[in-house]
């Protein structure tokens, strides 16, 4: 009972300092972001005069409102159409089991591991072949065949445990497949799809290398993107750099406390999984 | 996983996917556009933005005012024109600008070094316009370092393929408080004397020189060159940064200069963690009053004014010799207009309005801190003379008069800041690398580049 | 074709369409046709081009040049390329190797508390970092490292003044820095992935192993690890991909500085591709990078495999 009481004491106080070191960054920011813009405060010392004013003028500089907008457009272009594609053709190789799945289940499998540098170079030349740098295309039409080892991958794990007779019963009510899918199996997989849904979303909004090759205006990127861009332009302001940064961190932060249950299970299953 | 594959159909799969693939054949840039080189097109008249609205397109360097401050002002002249403007730091452009200027062509556009942007054809030719304009009765010397030959090679003569907002030199900067402190009356005359000033401020527990040289930017490229100007000639150096043939960096009175920065480095006289320092840090740090001399150039006398009115002076880079002939890094703020920019003859209309109209010119002394280009006789707005702008303006001139205008080092090709100079100077720093190594590396590093291209 | 159940009735009366409509034919291979064609073009594609681009020498304006395995041959000779690979190994030992096992430490010290208040708010504030931007992580972190930052405050309040400096500019110690980033970002996920493998093993193995008189070490070897084989693996291939693949931290923190001490294939091939516009050399260096991460990946997932049969 001693050892064991000792070890629960051992395991708080480790547990609190490890969550010191993860929100260590965070306050340092939120503490530099109130200095006066254009100083250097060293360390982590509450100014004397709190810059509060720095926020809105980070909103201001950071052009927020448009960068919401343009990280929201692209998410919304991405995550629904990667869940269909991912879906349909999860359940075609998982459950209908097609002519030739394994083949394909295996090309798929191939791009699981790609490192996104490994192909960014001819996907900018294409891009700009197709006319659409600078656009959100370009940002979205890659990522959803990048993302799609992953989410045929996901759904496939998902429909092969799908029991045969499910199908079966349905057919003899006379649906075809299409229905079969709609109907019946799209429905039971909806935890496999919000969880595909919340990774894909996070994923995206935090894709860097793909915004900051294909798109120049930073208004037309991805969350992440922009605030590499937002410290390209005020790298040399650190209070407001900080500011900023916590600016852009805000959405991601918010939407995770909020379905922060989902995420942790979502990112646990992810990554076991992939 | 289902185990009956029938192997003669199972390839479907692969036949449909390498289908999309068959386009991958050609040799890249095979059937893309190339770009052309754009000829000296005649201009008849001089340009101008017209009346309707146009909005004219800018990449520019952040952290410096003036291109706004010119934007502005112009705007409010010719309200038809209006800008859309996107910045970036300096090395983010020199990474972006051959992307940029072949695939989203800006019309006006600060440039990094203009070498291959040439021989690529990115950039548009201005012989044209200097003719409408009449920049070619300016000074020559103003314009020697943007003009190329063919294929980009050499540089300093040929047509010209970018202009300046104005004319920038580098120097000391020194705080003058710091500078009573140690003993400093006037600006050191020789470098023996240069360095006793030094000296006797590390014995002080002043930081002797503040200058940046982390990340991608090694701003030991400052001091080094202004001691290559103390030891040697310009002309050797300018040579090798036009790209003349045979010309080397690795010359005598230049491995004394690396030598002589590498003592500085040893004895302590920059800041300990200097490669971790960039340029604004340098800055911040400077205008605090941490350091006494600062390697750095005009375009911040307005800034250093306004942020430390009366207590910034300059001074030109003291020979080795009393009375010997003095030099500097000066250059055009460079600006060039995109190969295929829509609004290319605006632009123009821009860069010969910023040399030529009254306000303009105030506004590039003000706000530049730096002698405006354009004719000889133009009109010279007047600077109060406890103004470090004053010195620096006056320092310009006697350049002028010893003939001691040279480009910058980390000027000389594309990537040889970037990938050269700024390493190996973080590794002098080190203690990696001796001085005659750094020269060393830095030539064998410009002749691969040269060759490569 | 699929044993088709007899009471099919449209099958029976229309076997022509039945073909047709066989899903693991047409039907089957129209709800695969979209994402393959996707993965095709945005993926496929692009990695053949990749291998064809690195036979070339290509400033990517002009005409290209054949020049075979040349450009390989730079990347093994060149010392700038080379080392950025050796980097990104080196990265490994911190993505890797301390996230995993200072998160086998840590998991197995706080499991028996994984059920109390503070370890459910511990579960999602120690989720924050993978949850943020990597660029956002970048530039806090290399504010808490420079001269004037929180580390070296907080080494000088502990009497370690003498070890202070800006640590993502000293050639020393500028890599491991940069690790440090990575490990901050990746041990939260660990922790959490090994709690939830301890999770499902059975407590009756550990109270064997206390009547046994095993101590805790014991335990934790003979019990703990082995159970974990598939979470470790899965940690191990996460974080390996993530060294060898850096960028957006780096690119961020240091742009592979002081010198090249930090410079990793991923920021190399962006500036050989965009800045250098050496497209050829780019290729090759992302050719191997491709082969490397599949190279490291395949057998640690084969490891994982063996010890579930």
Known sequence: MITSRREAWTGRVLLIFLMAVTLLPFLSLFVTALHPSGTYPAGLAWPDDPQWGNFPRAFEAANMGELLKSSALIVLGVVPISIVLGTMAGFAIGHLRVIGARVIFLLFVLGLTLPFEGVITPLYYQIRDMGLLNTRWAIILPLIGLFMPFSVFWMRAHFVNMPGELSESARMDGANVWQLFRRIHVPLAMPAISSLGILLFLWTWNQFLLAIVLVDDPAKRTMSGALGAFQGQWGTDIPLLCAGSLLILTPTLVIFLLFQRHFVKALLQGSLKG | MARRVHPGRSGVAVVIAMGALAAACAAPGANSPQPQATGTSPVSAAPTCGSAPITVSGYFETGFPLPKALTTEFTKQHPNVTWDVREDQFAVITQNAPRVLADNPPDLMRLPQVSELVKDNLLKNLDGYAQAFGWDKWPASQLEQLRLGPGGRPRGEGSLYALGLNFSMTGIFYNKKLAAQVGMTKPPATLAELDQVLGKAKSAGITPILQFNGGATGGLAFPLQNLMASYGPAGPINDWIFQKPGATIDTPSNLQAAQHLEKWTKAGYFQKDINAVDYATMMSRFIDGKGLFMFNGDWESGNLDKQMPGNAGFSLMPPAQQGGKRAAMSAPLTFGIAANAKNADCAAFFLNWVATDKRAREIGVEIGGSRPMGPADAYMPAVASDKVTASTLEAGADIAGDNGAMDFIANATGAIYAKSWTPNLQKLVAGQLTAQELLTKVQADYTGQLEGN | MTPRSAGARTAHRRPVATKLRDPRGLVGWLFVAPALIFYAVFVLRPITLTFQYSMYEWNGIGASTWVGPANYGKVFTDPDLFDSLINAFKLIAFFSAIPVVLGLAIAATIRRIAQSRLALVARTVLFLPQVIPLVAAGIAWSWLLAST?????????????????????????????????????????????????????????????????????????????????????????????????????????????????????????????????????????????????????????????????
């Open chain 3, 149 to 309: 930052g929180v580390i070296n405050q907080l080494l000088s309040l502990i009497g370690l003044g003498g070890v202070t400096r800006a640590w993502l500019g000293d050639f020393d110690t500028a890599l491991p820095a940069v690790g440090m980033i990575g490990a901050w970002v990746l041990l939260g996920l660990c922790t959490l992935l090994l709690l939830a493998g301890m999770s499902k093993i059975d407590p009756a193995l550990y109270e064997a192993a206390r009547l046994d008189g095993a101590g805790a070490w014991r335990e934790f070897v003979s019990i703990t690890v082995p159970s974990l084989r598939q979470e470790i693996a899965v940690c191990v291939t996460v974080t390996v991909i993530a060294a060898l693949a850096s960028f957006d931290i780096i690119y961020i923190a240091t742009q592979g500085g002081p010198g090249n001490t930090t410079m990793v294939p991923g920021l190399q091939i962006f500036y050989l591709a965009f800045a250098e516009r050496e497209v050829g050399t780019a290729s090759a260096l992302a050719v191997v990078l491709m082969v490397l991460v599949i190279a490291c990946a395949l057998p640690i997932q084969w490891f994982a495999k063996d010890g579930n049969r």
